[in-house]
């Protein structure tokens, strides 16, 4: 049975021994007491921070010869201690006791306050901190303060940039040791953790234990100002920072903030251009991983994603969130100058750069300039004559996926897009916008020269070149030149 000792019952204790006559070490800085002499000379360490027993091999030392004797078998690599039902081993018999809970799905040791049990007593005391809001370790050189001195060293080490545990197969470096045996998997590939719903596997208890929630739908960490709710108390904490405005995260290059460490790193992609991940099967190489992840299904046609409405399917979560506002109608994000509404984020960002007359992204064979990288990309292909998606019908290829989506059209005979006025049908979204400004009689587009206005602007750039006297087309019969294709 466990027993937690209380203050009372350790006054109690004491009180016993001094009417019993027995001889007590007093500290005289902190007033702790104990009955034997070599406790308490290993106590008074602590405050002289004495460490006389250093290890021969890495020089690190200890206040008492069995931490340094514990500390040995690191190098030994001594594993003496064997679990009998997973015939794991270790090297302390204390971890060996802990493991075994795991087997008997003990959990000893309750915090009273929220009833959660752990296994390990320190486990316990190191959540209580969480209830005490105590931080008792503190930066020596930014002052940040912690609630354990583990969190503590390891932030220590941004400061000096030390990365002392060492990867032996790809000789990448590590602040923690923790970081490093995790990093171990990708290169063994194991995956010890299943899931007994699904049976998928992960590499980690942790990735496993958030991986749970998807089944229970559990999101316990709520945001206090908008009540949001989150499946992890890092996603709590990241979203957090958007209600504050803060970005703690810079890059030295560019001096551009970032709320996520994250988010920074492949920034720095950017600047490095460095592309790590590259594709078995077509050889493209991607600076993220996840990137590399999408990329495949294109081979393999995965769409593990399906719209519960339509059941469309999609390769990214995140592309279903986005299709499912087409069905709600909903555009949650607001352009500033014009109230313009649009579904994503980065839509109001590109739409923005439309008031702003910028076009950062430059062709770097015509200079021609573009507000989004993509359009360079496909643009690009002018330049190479490359059309790489093409028709499974007539065999017609084309340079973007949505032109040939739009000609597949022709052959399927759809028209999905009505006219609520006359309800005319169209194919293309764009036919049935244009053909509106019929009914509105709006004209748009309007000639800088001659002030003449026109519903299209396929129009206003035929009409400008009467202005240029520009005749682009030649007829292949008579060799006549003309503004027009048509004529």
């Known amino acids: 049975m466990f027993v937690r000792k209380t203050s009372a019952t350790m006054d109690f204790s004491k009180n016993m021994l001094i009417h019993n006559n027995q001889k007590l070490y007093r500290c005289e800085v902190c007033e702790k007491i104990f009955r034997r002499s070599g406790n308490f000379k290993a106590h008074m360490l602590i405050h002289t921070k004495e460490k006389p027993h250093q290890c021969d091999v890495c020089e690190k030392r200890f206040r008492q010869s069995q931490n340094l004797k514990t500390h040995m078998i690191i190098h030994t690599k001594e594993k003496p201690h064997r679990c009998d039902i997973c015939e794991k081993k270790f090297a302390y018999r ?69 990365k002392s545990h060492r990867c032996d197969v790809c000789e990448k470096r590590f602040r923690r040791r923790e970081h490093l045996k995790k990093h171990m998997i990708i290169h063994t590939k194991k995956k010890p953790h299943r899931c007994d719903i699904c049976e998928k596997r992960f590499a980690h208890i942790g990735v496993l234990k958030r991986h749970m929630l998807t089944h229970t739908n559990e999101k316990p960490h709520r945001c206090d100002v908008c009540e949001k709710r989150f499946t992890r108390s890092e996603s709590l904490k990241i979203h957090l920072l958007i209600h504050t405005n803060e970005k703690p995260h810079r890059c030295d290059l560019c001096e551009k903030r970032f709320s996520q460490l994250g988010n920074l790193k492949l920034h720095m992609l950017v600047h490095t251009k460095e592309k790590r991940f590259r594709c078995d099967i077509c050889g493209k190489r991607f600076g993220r991983g996840a990137a590399l992840k999408y990329h495949k299904m294109i081979h393999t046609n995965e769409k593990p994603h399906q719209c519960v409405v339509c059941e469309k399917r999609f390769r990214q979560i995140a592309s279903v969130k986005t299709h499912m506002l087409t069905h709600t109608n909903e555009k949650p994000h607001q352009c500033v100058v014009c109230e313009k509404r649009f579904c994503q984020l980065a839509s109001v960002k590109t739409h923005m750069l439309t008031h702003t007359n910028e076009k950062p992204h430059q062709c770097v064979v015509c200079e021609k300039r573009f507000c989004q990288l993509a359009s360079v990309k496909t643009h690009m292909l002018t330049h190479t004559n490359e059309k790489p998606h093409q028709c499974v019908v007539c065999e017609k290829r084309f340079r973007t996926l949505g032109n040939l989506k739009n000609h597949m059209l022709t052959h399927t005979n759809e028209k999905p897009h009505q006219c609520d006025v006359c309800e005319k049908r169209f194919g293309l979204l764009a036919r049935l916008k244009t053909h509106m400004l019929t009914h509105t009689n709006e004209k748009p587009h309007r000639c800088v020269v001659c002030v003449k206005k026109f519903s299209q602007l396929g129009n206003l750039k035929r009409h400008m070149m009467t202005h240029t006297n520009e005749k682009p087309h030649r007829c292949v019969v008579c060799e006549k030149d003309s503004a027009n294709l048509g004529i």
């Open 94 to 162: 204390q971890v060996l006791k802990t493991h075994m809970l795991t087997h008997t799905n003990e959990k000893p040791h309750r915090c009273d306050i929220c009833e959660k049990k752990f296994r390990v007593l320190g486990e316990l005391k190191k959540h209580m901190l969480i209830h005490t809001k105590q931080k008792p370790y503190r930066c020596d050189v930014c002052e940040k303060r912690f609630s354990q001195i583990g969190s503590c060293k390891t932030h220590m080490l941004t400061h000096t940039n030390e």
